[in-house]
């Protein structure tokens, strides 16, 4: 029993620092690809990509990347106009090494986000950090021209002037193998983002919170709860009887704190990510590392309390004739890994275009406004988004409700096949 | 015609969400109208399955946002 706690809290702080990273290591034939991208980019240097400094001014509203920039994650809190909330960086380059700095040795302060220095070929554009893709710019710290963008393959990729010259950039290595647009290039990004600070933040919220109500349950303990105590216990007892209870069955009360820490601590990731404003703002279950890192704890809770019957259940269904048996086992060796992988998606989705309309709805000002040309388009913009979006933040609330709770509930659901009894 | 297929796609994801969870809905007045004092329950599970219904849609919408 205790081994079996410590396994867990094991793979719990590997979860973790696997959010934490939302990276992998690139395997060997990924090192080629890695150098073959660098050779790639060298070439597409001499194919005269053009950039320059002139400020360029945006005719129309690029809902798209206003929406995306506003979702993931970044290396500085932006809270107000020029205010930034600087964040630790910490990045690893394969075969160079570590870089530890502050973001503010970027010196972005008044640009936009956007760094006026290049340290070790690591640029700031909009509080991310990027990396010029050429080998040959100088590693020592520089001073840069601008930041600005470049046309490639129809797409604009963010890239940096330096001597008059262009430099494209590369954004961080990311797990899913450039699925969402990433993919594995030289360096990856280990820092203390919006993301990191946000789960921190979160995690310190909800210890105060469970610490006030032991404090509570401890002083007093027989008498009626009142305060945060109440409404704390109304949920955790709503947790055991509504879904504890019905899909667990006898042995429910061992999975309790595993249900109730990822019912909370959903539910305060989705919350915390709907405030538009620091300390909130920072998307985390929008994020599919963090909802991964979750459907990945789920997973092997799951299968770690498997017991003989369920097995059986996946790989000789008892009670189906023989042949259906054979057509059965596979798909049930499927949704092993299947149930995990909707429950990441479903939440990730869903927060997501949540969170994709509400900043659309907020880009319609400048739509109707024709970016700052039309007053009465702006405000008329202004009334809509206002009012649109106060429905759908109401929506959104919902949501992250019923989010928190289908996840905890199909946990439930999946941890009661894993400890079934013999009902045949 | 302009557009992407992506586009098409999506709306069909949102045509097949639109109508299990009508159906739930629809299922779910019938039977709270035969048995109004088990409103709770049904709300309750109406709910939740229509959650996993529109995550199935919406694994959809994320799918299109997928590059190449």
Redesign the interface.
């Known amino acids: 029993m205790r081994i079996r706690t410590i396994g867990l809290f094991a793979l719990l702080m590997l979860a973790w620092t696997w959010t934490v990273q939302a990276q992998h290591k690139p395997t060997h034939e990924e090192q080629h690809r890695m150098d073959e991208a660098q050779g790639h980019q060298a070439e597409a240097d001499h194919h005269q990509l053009t950039c320059d400094c002139t400020p360029k001014e945006d005719s129309v509203f690029n809902t798209a990347k206003v929406a995306f920039h506003h979702i993931g994650d970044a290396n500085a809190f932006h809270i107000w106009g020029d205010l930034y909330f600087p964040l630790p960086v910490m990045l690893y380059a394969p075969g160079e090494g570590w870089t530890t700095m502050m973001s503010t040795r970027f010196d972005y302060a008044h640009n936009h986000g956007n760094g006026r220095k290049a340290i070790n070929r690591y640029v700031m554009v909009e509080g991310v950090v990027y990396r010029v893709a050429d080998v040959q710019f100088p590693s020592e710290e520089v001073a840069i021209d601008c930041v600005t963008e470049v046309e490639h393959d129809g797409e604009s990729h963010p890239a940096i002037v330096y001597k008059g010259q262009c430099y494209p950039l590369e954004s961080k290595t990311t797990w899913d193998g450039?699925?969402?647009?990433g993919g594995t290039t030289s360096f990856m990004d280990f820092s203390i983002t919006k993301n990191v600070f946000t789960m921190l933040l979160v995690f310190a919220l909800l210890w105060w919170m469970f610490s006030a109500v032991r404090k509570a349950y401890q002083k007093h303990p027989n008498q009626a709860p009142k305060g945060l105590q109440n409404l704390v216990e109304t949920i955790i007892v709503f947790i055991q009887e509504?879904v504890a209870k019905p899909f667990i069955g006898k042995h429910y009360f061992r999975f309790m704190p595993f249900l109730t820490a990822l019912f909370f601590f959903i539910l305060a990731l989705n919350l915390i990510g709907q405030i538009p404003f620091f300390p909130g703002s920072g998307n985390l279950t929008g994020n599919i590392s963090v909802t991964a890192a979750l459907a990945l704890i789920t997973f092997f809770r799951v299968n770690l309390v498997g017991n003989r019957h369920y097995w059986q259940h996946i790989f000789w269904m008892p009670g189906v004739p023989a042949a259906i048996k054979f057509i059965l086992t596979p798909v049930e060796i499927l949704g092993l890994f299947i149930k995990p992988f909707?429950l990441m998606?479903?939440l990730?989705?869903?927060i997501?275009?949540g969170h994709i309309v509400l900043i659309s709805f907020v880009g319609l000002i400048f739509v109707f406004g024709k970016m700052g040309e039309n007053l009465l388009g702006a405000s008329i913009g202004v009334v809509t988004a206002f009012l649109l979006n106060s429905f759908m933040m109401a929506i959104e609330l919902l949501v992250a409700l019923?989010?928190a709770?289908?996840f905890t509930?199909l946990t439930a659901s999946y941890l009661g096949d894993a400890t079934q009894e013999a009902h045949h | 015609m302009t557009g992407s297929i992506t586009a098409l796609g999506l709306g069909l994801a949102v045509l097949g969400a639109g109508v299990g969870i009508g159906q739930i809905g629809g299922r779910a007045m019938d039977a709270i109208a035969r048995q109004p004092e088990a409103v709770g329950p049904i709300r309750a599970n109406m709910i939740l399955t229509a959650a996993l219904i529109e995550g199935v849609a919406l694994i959809a919408v994320v799918l299109g946002f997928l590059k190449g």
């Open positions: 450039g699925m969402m647009g509504e909707t998606l479903r990730f989705a869903n997501t275009a019923i989010q709770f289908v509930l």
